[in-house]
């Protein structure tokens, strides 16, 4: 017979939570007399090319100027993770707001040593086979915006990455020698871009609307290895359905067009959209997504979201609906560590995948 004592089971009281996690600085609070409020917290993944693993995420917010009350708050984040397949990683994005909004500067960034697998290019491609590698990659985006009119704003930017695949068994007609694929690339690209944003916050939007075009242009004579473009085009709306549920809708497309390089192909598949499939299976010159994701805040800290969406790829627009749709589904948790930023846990569920994600902010 089992009994039980005061001192072998105590009920964890929020209070004790809050404290704990104010260590961490996960206080849900912020001072802008601390310049940079930084909160630290780790977390378990999975997902179909890492496998099971642990990321920590340090999320900060700040303002340029603490005396601004209007402006959203700037944020940073750095990811970092190590996995079960011998993966490792290191990644930051950064969103900042100048003068009242005038100007912003946008960072992502990201360098990652990952075993993963080459499918080759296509829908039909990634029905075959992988072709193992070890991916050393490093990339670089910032972007620069001036306010033009309203919610309308301009900016300038540049796309650098590097990669370098060291493949297992290469033999020829291997996958990477039938898609003439180069084991290492360089490429650098300046890019252009229009966006309007009427969203009350970037990191977790409850209403308003983004649409953003963005044109990249990759050439020897800006440094890349080789020349062509890409156009990514993305629409979001937001509805606030109560004080406490959003109801977001995502629209997203990137083209490229001329010598695109394999590891610069579009794809269908990562921790923001088509969330549960292998990233870097499914891909082409042009690929196409949707989601709908219901949020719903709950008491204290916690919240859920549902989602379900699809994609679609081909060599061109016109081959989009040539192949069966791609559909995708799933549920993440919700806590919110500093005002507008969230910790985020999803579990997607793609065609004969899944993927369990750990990240900072919603996916979109």
């Known amino acids: 017979m089992l009994t039980t004592a005061p001192f072998l089971a105590q009920a964890v009281t929020r209070d004790e939570v809050d404290g704990f996690l ?12 601390k310049g940079i409020n930084w909160s630290v917290l780790p977390g378990p993944f999975y997902t179909p090319e890492l496998k099971l693993g642990l990321g920590t995420a340090i999320a900060g917010i700040y303002r340029v100027d603490p005396n601004d009350r209007e402006t959203q708050n700037s944020s940073i984040s750095f990811t970092g993770f190590v996995s079960s397949s011998g993966a490792l990683g290191f990644g ?26 080459f499918w080759g290019v296509g829908y039909d491609a990634a029905q075959g086979n992988e072709q193992e590698y070890i991916e050393k990659s490093f990339r670089l985006h910032p972007q620069l915006m001036r306010r033009v009119a309203g919610n309308l704003y301009a900016g300038v930017g540049w796309d650098f990455s590097t990669l370098n695949a060291k493949v297992d068994n290469a033999h020829p007609g291997d996958n990477f020698s039938q898609y003439g694929a180069d084991t290492s690339s360089l490429n650098s690209g300046a890019t252009v871009m229009i966006n309007y944003d009427s969203r009350d916050v970037i990191t977790r939007p409850t209403r308003g609307q983004f649409f953003s075009s963005e044109y990249s242009y990759f050439d020897p004579a800006v440094g890349s290895d080789s020349h062509f473009t890409v156009l990514q085009l993305q629409y979001n709306y937001y509805a606030s359905l109560s004080e406490s549920e959003v109801l977001a809708f995502d629209l997203w497309g990137r083209f490229a067009h001329g010598d695109v390089p394999w590891d610069r192909l579009s794809e269908a598949g990562d921790d923001n959209r088509m969330r549960g499939y292998f990233q870097g299976r499914y891909r082409d010159k042009d690929v196409v997504s949707t989601q709908l994701e219901y949020r719903k805040k709950l008491n204290w800290r916690h919240g859920y979201v549902l989602w379900i969406g699809a994609g679609a790829l081909g060599e061109n627009p016109q081959d989009l609906s040539d192949h069966p749709l791609l559909p995708t589904i799933g549920a993440g948790y919700r806590f919110e560590v500093k005002p507008d930023m969230n910790l985020r846990l999803d579990l997607g569920l793609g065609k004969e995948s899944a993927g369990f994600y750990f990240q900072v902010a919603e996916a979109f």
Do not use: S, V
């Open 92 to 117: 930051m994005k950064n969103y900042t707001f100048f003068a009242d909004d005038e100007w912003r500067l946008f960072i992502d960034g990201a360098i990652a040593k990952i075993p993963t697998g």
């Open 22 to 33: 104010g260590e961490l600085g996960a206080d849900n609070q912020y001072d802008a007399n």
